[in-house]
């Protein structure tokens, strides 16, 4: 590159005129300077060029041509100023670079003043330009190129922009402290989420101030201010963020995100969570409590009865199992609707029952409930609550001029006396639950250890009686009924027995009750049915075939199918069979029963009463559903010597002659009852006397003999 241009004119002249000597040696340090000046001005970062008064060019230096295109050869000192302008016209400089360039302008015209401006030229570039007079004449001007400086001004003013745009957008409230801890950023949205205005909350705050005010102005609920701050600074300075819920005033809530900045300082956000955690909260409620009642459910009541037993202040609990008594025949006769609202009512009921707020009333499902009493001094507390639901829970449920009736049994084990940790408490309390419903409805039975060896042995028994059908264990005997005044065998009872190859010969009063709560006596019942009914059709065709039926067989639905599927694939005419069911069949509040059994004795069919006088005292089902024999249960004839139960009997017998009904007598042992029986009129005798439960083989012998007797007398 050329150094820089300096007009000869005027300096180089007066060179001239020195001689020898001091002269010589001012030329040369003229020369001297002259070089250090073009250097200097070669050397500078701004454009630069110098005009005497005449403008023409002293100086200019390499930048100056370079910002404006500038031809060195051509503008170099010397020239005038008005030939640059027209050489910059000439290489197409548009205007604007050329007033530029021109640069004189008004200050200069105007009054020789020194001016600084800035300008934009045709190529883009942005320069900064100074024009200065000089006390001689002529000006200097010096270009600076801040393209770069300008741009990056813009970005950052873009960058700013649009961060101010993001904060106010955001949805949610930001904070912004500086690593002194001040408050050097806070959006609308925060002032938004507060219902706050700017001035609440100037910058420069600190946090613990920040925090005061939200108090203060009532937003925030009150908090320990020193400790928020304290864990805040804590988490941050070991570099983590922190979180909570915040609680305002106003019942919303807002979740608090602190994060640290990697250049110091911290970053707040705040977001209205309020519907989130409701939605939350309705969530846990429902998964903790059951729908219908709105009662704890089973995991909530696990979960307080772990706190309860966690609690080491706790003192001796009550833990009840509690299960409705007949709630399946309000479904079944009402609906289930009306089960429904009698749950409900239950569940009222039950809440009103316990005392103390503290207690808790769960529903597991069905008509299973169960109960944590708190504070007990001993089991004498627990069977005041006891007695009490029995009590509640007994009473009639009115709905729409209908009327409901259920019981409550009940299972109680006490903590620490019955176990120590939930699981063990509520088996406990199930178990003497399931004692007591064994033992009949309505009652309450605490825990006694016994129960579980009972449990293990009576889940036992399931689980065999279960399989024993598939693997043809059981059997029917046969035992025969004698009619009273003829003396003759006029049919026989079918009685079942289960061989069981572990357990040897199983009375069905061991195993029926519990087919009967398994289920299972649905199937097993109708394998008896039809197997007694294929026995009697190869007897003679007066004999008749009782076969007993247990409740749960009729309400199971499709019983009265099962019978004439029976009699159809036997071929045994209907009247020759007679279904033997207990009082409370008859006790069943539904319909259902009642038309299962009026539709087969339609067909023919006998209906027999079983086991009279031990059920209901109450003989008005009689009205209800007539039937076509009253079985008197063998107790009555064990006691028969016995001046009362005489009577009781003769009562019976003469009810059953009134109202055209067959009276037999079960258990006849000996020739005294049989003689007394008679006398009173009874019809039918069965028992030991006349004869044991035998296998078929030996009760068709007995009829066969029976017939050749008949023929020959
Ligand atoms: P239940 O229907 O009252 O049957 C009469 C019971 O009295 C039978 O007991 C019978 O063996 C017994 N017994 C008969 N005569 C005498 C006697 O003179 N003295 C004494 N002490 N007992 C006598 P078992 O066979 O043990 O049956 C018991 C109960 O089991 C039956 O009572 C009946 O309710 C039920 N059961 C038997 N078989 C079936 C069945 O196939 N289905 C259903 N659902 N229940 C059945
Ligand atoms: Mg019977
Ligand atoms: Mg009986």
Redesign the pocket.
């Known amino acids: 590159m050329p150094g820089a241009h300096v007009k000869t004119g005027s300096v180089a002249g007066r060179r001239r005129t020195t001689g020898i000597g001091p002269a010589r040696r001012i030329a040369e340090e003229l020369r001297a300077q002259n070089e250090r000046f073009s250097a200097a001005v070669e050397n500078m970062s701004h454009g630069l060029c110098m005009f005497d008064a005449d403008e023409r060019m002293i100086i200019c230096n390499r930048n100056y041509l370079d910002i404006f295109h500038l031809d060195a050869r051509v503008v170099k000192p010397g020239i005038r100023f008005f030939d640059i302008l027209q050489h910059s016209v000439d290489i197409g400089i548009a205007s604007q670079s050329a007033a530029a360039l021109y640069g004189i302008r008004k200050p200069y015209i105007d009054g020789a003043k020194p001016s600084t401006y800035e300008e934009v030229l045709s190529d883009g570039h942005t320069v900064v330009i100074s024009h200065r007079p000089i006390a001689v004449g002529g000006w200097v001007s010096i270009y600076e190129d801040v393209t770069e400086q300008r741009r990056a001004e813009a970005e950052l003013k873009e960058q700013h922009r649009r961060f101010d745009a993001a904060l106010a957008n955001m949805s949610q409230g930001l904070l912004m402290y500086s690593a002194e801890g001040r408050l050097i950023v806070r959006n609308q949205r925060f002032l938004d989420l507060c219902n706050a205005k700017a001035a609440d909350f100037p910058l420069g705050m600190t946090h613990g101030q920040m925090l005061e005010k939200l108090v203060g102005l009532r937003i925030f609920m009150p908090i320990e201010i020193d400790i928020e701050v304290g864990k805040t600074k804590a988490a941050l300075e070991a570099g983590q963020s922190r979180s909570s819920y915040r609680e305002l005033v106003d019942g919303r809530t807002l979740f608090v995100s602190r994060r640290p900045l990697a250049g110091g300082g911290w970053v707040a956000t705040f977001e209205d969570v309020t519907e989130r955690r409701r939605a939350e909260e309705r969530m846990t409620h429902l998964a903790h409590h059951d729908t219908l009642t709105n009662l704890p459910n089973r995991s909530m009541f696990r979960e307080c009865l772990d706190q309860a037993l966690g609690d080491a202040n706790a003192g001796p609990l009550a833990i009840f199992s509690l299960d409705l008594d007949r709630f399946k025949a309000v479904n079944d006769t009402f609906g289930h609707p009306a089960g429904d609202w009698l749950l409900k009512c239950v569940a009222k009921r039950l809440q009103h029952a316990v005392r103390s707020s503290k207690d808790v009333v769960a529903r597991f499902g069905g008509d299973e409930f169960a109960i944590i009493q708190f504070g007990i001094k001993g089991a004498a507390d627990a069977e005041k609550l006891a007695k009490r639901i029995v009590e509640i829970v007994g009473k009639p449920y009115r709905d729409k001029g209908r009327e409901m009736h259920v019981g409550a049994s009940l299972g109680i084990a006490l903590y620490p006396g019955d176990g120590h940790d939930a699981d063990t408490l509520l088996t406990n309390a199930d178990m003497a639950l399931y004692r007591g419903k064994s033992e009949g409805r309505n009652v309450y039975r605490f825990f006694e250890p016994g129960m579980d060896a009972l449990m293990r042995e009576r889940r036992a028994l399931e689980v065999d009686l279960e399989a024993a059908l598939p693997k043809r264990e059981f059997e ?2 046969f ?1 025969p009924i004698l009619n009273i005044g003829s003396g003759d065998i006029v049919g026989a ?5 289960w061989r069981s190859p572990a357990r040897g010969l199983v ?3 061991n195993f ?1 009750p519990v087919a ?1 709560e398994t289920g299972l ?1 649905v199937q ?2 109708d394998w ?1 049915l039809r197997k ?1 009914c294929n026995v009697a059709a190869n007897w003679p065709p007066d004999m008749r075939m009782a ?4 409740a749960a ?1 009729i309400k199971s639905g499709g019983f009265a199918r099962s019978v004439i599927s029976a009699l159809a694939f036997s071929g045994l005419a209907a009247d020759r069979l007679e279904l ?1 069911i ?1 009082e409370t069949v008859m006790m069943d509040e539904s319909d259902a029963v009642l038309k299962t059994l009026s539709q087969l004795r339609g067909l023919g069919v006998r209906i027999a009463l ?2 009279f006088g031990t059920g209901y005292s109450s003989l008005g089902y009689l009205r209800r559903f007539p039937v076509d024999k009253i ?1 008197i ?2 107790s009555f004839i ?1 006691d028969l010597d016995r001046r009362d139960t005489a009577a009781i009997v003769r009562t019976v017998i003469g009810l059953g002659a009134e109202l055209g009904i067959i009276v037999t007598a ?4 000996t020739e005294a009852q049989l003689d007394m029986l008679r006398k009173a009129g009874c019809g039918e005798a ?4 006349i004869g ?2 035998a296998k078929a083989a030996d009760m068709s012998r007995l009829l066969r003999s029976q017939a050749l007797l008949r023929q020959s007398g």
């Open positions: 029917l005997d035992q009872e079918a009685l079942m027995r009375s069905p009063e029926i009967e006596i097993l019942g008896a007694a076969v007993n039926v247990s067989q033997e207990t079983d086991d079985k249960d063998r064990r079960e258990g006849v042992e069965q028992g030991y006397l044991v439960p």
